[in-house]
């Protein structure tokens, strides 16, 4: 039995098998349950797991005391990722061998990552009881009182663990344990404990930064300012040195002169940004702009870099150098290339662009293209612009040009992928993602297999726009199941964290993995498959109006035709797939028989595919209310913090009517103190169902009045609405939200509902691309009835305002010559000068 157990450690399942024939063949021992329990073992490992659960079954029927069946059959559940069996079936082993210390790690794994911790503190004690020599048995027992909050007994265990050891010069783990010691204390908010204990032990730590910086966080917490911003000065100050000592030694690196922008201010700031700006643009770095982003949170210092790259263009005209007072002499008795003019057109045009002032972006974009209009770089800069600007088309256009001029570039090839799928070329995007991917496989599937969950996002929003509801949301749950995958991975780390001494880290992955899905990918992929599913609520598959009533695009007549029948080539296509896959399991079912009967080697097995999400069956599915509050939950639990998570939810629940989840919803998001306008609308929508509804029991009308007393303070729906309005009444998307309220009250009000919608007033705040879009598409929906003349005004209104946006334009947008290229009044259709925004 001990050959057998080693054969199946080092993984020679062949010999093990071999093995346990040999033991089985004897008659004595044919129903030996612990060899057919290791049997079944190995067999998992082949991925023969029908047979192994039949073999382990049995060997535990067979021996029902022995705690290597028990083990073994916890094993195979965790390999099927049934935790809690899992669990059991180590509880039950240890019965019989209260003792196994193996038995006892495998169980504090799967408690720690079920997050037992009560359950995972009694197994490490345990565990430090039998072996009080291993340190991991000290350092497991402390972790698992400090993630049960009693900080007092973490500290005193590691504090015990301490004084058993004889640190050596620079001993990291050592220093990790102390500075772990100090995590502790702050987050019991013993805050001057804290910097008592790394003051006392300073010369153990490895990491002098890490100290420094938490030594000023302990005495800002404490409410020392003073103390605490001498600490931060010094820091800087080292800091400083430390990159000034850099630069002498190697004067060509460009990261020392770039970190210390980040907490420069005032002259200094200016002084090194010049330096910097004046290098890169010198040597032509394509990626200026993309490392100053981050500085653009600070007014001040976008106010000097704009006021040097505007002085360096001007100079650069007139006499091709940087500063009105420099010379030939000082400028090392060279006048700047014209390459230097061309890179700082470039820098200009995303500054610009960046600020929303799209009249210079371009004016700077088209004066480098004329120039030098072959550079990739360039390129990518004016397709941009133009999804900035609201056109997605040309921005697609120009990035596939800078493509197709260097097709080597990864970077571009998938930004590239990523403007085709906003522009919802989704065919074409996995074409470009092709040259990357990996031969013998479609784009799609090698990506999903990498979980690159930004493409599968925008995947899923771009089918979502041409309304093939089962693709969007097949890369949605494909999404949701990369998610699992990453919490399923942490297990490993469990020993890996306490065996290379990385305690901080551990316990920041644990207290990560458990909001993992407040992930932005998550939330996107969640928000698209909520409102897919809200949508096939109201207009199932199959039904002839689906499409017509909800046309956000505005489709032509003819539009629409060619769109129902891309569907209807979707659906057969997803028929195909499926009838392809089920054929491809019956082939794999018979070579397994085959396999079996012919006693092939394990080794060789395929394990069987899971059934492919299948659009036709995802876009088709029994209950979407049910799959939307799948997605829902997490958002619920994760990201409360988040409008739109109340406003789902209340969505959902409204449909489902369900007024006391209704209200959870509505209290939810009360409690956030917003003004969003959407949110708005969802409590005027529960205020009239409230005072329509007539048959809710009294317990829950009783709960409803207790609770929206505090809430809506007895108003009714029109005063609700008017002080909204009265509140709000210079802000487009509120008046949006309050029109919307309106009309949903009284439909007769319709003439002035569109009115207050459709202003365009020079004294609104909002008047930008995107709320206009909304408008718009809410006129789209019919959201305020048929109001198809409005709509046209509205949308030629628009057109004025954004002349590049291809939502409002009457025709295609053709992209004119460089020096008719205007956008009157567009600098207010982007952002907030210093909004950050995604790029």
């Known amino acids: 039995m001990i050959i057998l157990i080693k054969c199946y450690e080092v993984k020679q399942y062949r010999q093990g098998l071999k093995l346990c024939k040999h033991i089985l063949s004897n008659p004595k021992f044919s129903e030996h349950g612990e060899t057919l329990a290791m049997k079944g073992l190995i067999l998992n490992c082949l991925s023969r797991k029908e047979e192994a659960y039949d073999h382990v079954k049995r060997g535990l029927r067979n021996d029902l005391t022995s705690h290597v069946c028990w083990h073994v059959f916890g094993l195979l559940q965790r390999s099927d990722r049934k935790y809690d069996e899992a669990i059991k079936a180590y509880r039950n082993a240890l019965r019989w061998d209260k003792d196994n210390l193996q038995i006892m790690r495998d169980l504090s794994l799967l408690q720690i990552q079920m997050r037992d911790y009560d359950g995972y503190r009694e197994t490490r004690q345990r565990l430090l009881e039998l072996r009080p020599g291993q340190r991991a048995s000290w350092i497991g027992y402390a972790i698992s009182w400090h993630l049960l909050k009693d900080y007092e007994m973490a500290l005193a265990v590691i504090e015990e663990f301490r004084k058993t050891l004889n ?19 702050e987050e019991a908010c013993r805050y001057q404990d804290a910097i008592n204990h790394l003051q006392k032990y300073e010369k153990d730590i490895v990491d002098k930064l890490f100290l420094e910086e938490s030594r000023a966080r302990l005495y800002q917490l404490l409410g020392d300012t003073s103390s605490s911003a001498a600490v931060y000065r010094k820091t800087i100050e080292v800091r400083q040195k430390i990159y000034s000592d850099v630069l002498e030694q190697q004067p060509r690196a460009s990261l020392p002169k770039k970190l210390p922008l980040t907490f420069l201010t005032g002259d200094m700031f200016r002084d090194h940004v010049d330096e910097y700006l004046r290098r890169s643009l010198r040597k032509g770095v394509p990626s200026l702009f993309t ?56 820098y200009l045009a995303q500054h610009y662009d960046y600020l929303g002032d799209f009249k210079q972006a371009f004016h700077h974009i088209n004066e480098a293209l004329d120039a030098t209009p072959t550079l990739p770089e360039l390129q990518m800069i004016k397709g941009k612009i133009f999804k900035h600007a609201g056109n997605m088309q040309l921005a697609a256009q120009h990035l596939d040009e800078a493509q197709a001029m260097d097709t080597a570039d990864r970077y571009i090839n998938c930004v590239c992928a990523k403007y085709m799928l906003r522009n919802n070329q989704v065919k074409e995007a996995e074409a470009m993602c092709q040259n990357f991917t990996r031969e013998g496989a479609s784009a799609a599937d090698n990506l999903n297999e990498m979980q690159c969950m930004w493409f599968q996002t925008e995947c899923a929003a771009a089918y979502s726009r041409r309304q093939q509801w089962g693709d969007a949301l097949r890369h949605c749950h494909q999404v949701d199941k990369h998610f699992t995958e990453i919490t399923e991975d942490q297990f490993d780390f469990h020993t890996y964290c306490l065996r290379k001494f990385t305690l901080r880290s551990y316990v920041s992955l644990l207290r990560l993995e458990d909001v993992l899905r407040n992930h932005r990918f998550y939330f996107k992929a969640a928000s698209i498959a909520i409102k ?10 199959g039904d002839e109006t689906s499409h017509g009533e909800s046309n956000p695009s505005n489709l032509s007549a003819s539009e629409l035709k060619k769109l129902k029948n891309k569907q209807r080539k979707a659906q057969k296509k997803a028929a195909e797939e499926k009838a392809a896959a089920e054929e491809a399991a019956k082939r794999q079912t018979t070579a397994d028989k085959n396999n079996k009967a012919s006693g092939a080697d394990a080794d ?30 997490p958002l619920q639990t994760l990201c409360s913090h988040k409008i739109e998570s109340h406003i789902f939810a209340y969505e959902i629940y409204s449909r489902r009517g369900k007024p006391l989840l209704m209200l959870k919803a509505i209290k939810g998001g009360y409690n956030l103190h917003t003004r969003d306008p959407r949110f708005h609308v969802c409590m005027v929508k529960f205020l009239i169902y409230v005072r329509a509804a007539s048959n809710l029991p009294d317990s829950v009308k009783e709960v409803l009045d207790k609770e929206m007393s505090s809430i809506y303070n007895n108003v009714t729906p029109q005063a609700l609405n008017n002080k909204f309005l009265d509140d709000n009444k210079s802000s487009l998307p509120h008046r949006l939200a309050a029109a919307q309220a309106m009309y949903y009250m009284d439909q007769s009000c319709q003439t002035a509902a569109l009115e207050l919608a459709c202003s365009l007033d020079n004294s609104l705040s909002g008047v930008t691309i995107q709320n206009c879009s909304e408008v718009y598409a809410s006129l789209t929906k019919q959201d305020f009835g048929e109001c198809s003349e409005k709509m046209e005004s509205y949308k030629k209104s628009c057109h004025q305002l954004f002349p590049f946006s291809s939502v409002f334009s009457p025709e295609p947008v053709v992209e004119k010559p460089s020096e008719e290229v205007v956008c009157n009044g567009v600098n207010s259709g982007h952002h907030d000068p210093l909004t950050q925004h995604e790029q």
């Not at 897919?532 to 207009?539: D, E, K, R």
């Open 532 to 541: 897919i599913y809200l949508h096939l609520h109201s207009h199932p598959v």
């Open 291 to 346: 490392s100053l982003k981050p500085l653009y949170t600070d007014s001040s210092k976008v106010s000097m870099i704009q006021q040097l790259t505007t002085t360096y263009y001007r100079t650069l005209i007139d006499k091709q150098l940087f500063h009105p007072e420099d010379t030939i002499e000082s400028n090392e008795g060279e006048l700047e290339p014209p390459t230097t003019l061309l890179w700082t057109q470039a």
């Open 167 to 185: 640190p050596k010069p620079y001993d990291y783990e050592y220093s990790e344990l102390i500075l772990y010691q100090s995590s502790i204390l």
């Open 604 to 633: 060789s097995e395929v394990s069987k595919k899971s059934d492919e999400l299948l659009p036709s069956k995802l876009e088709r599915c029994a209950d979407p209310l049910e799959q939307a509050i799948r997605f829902l939950v």
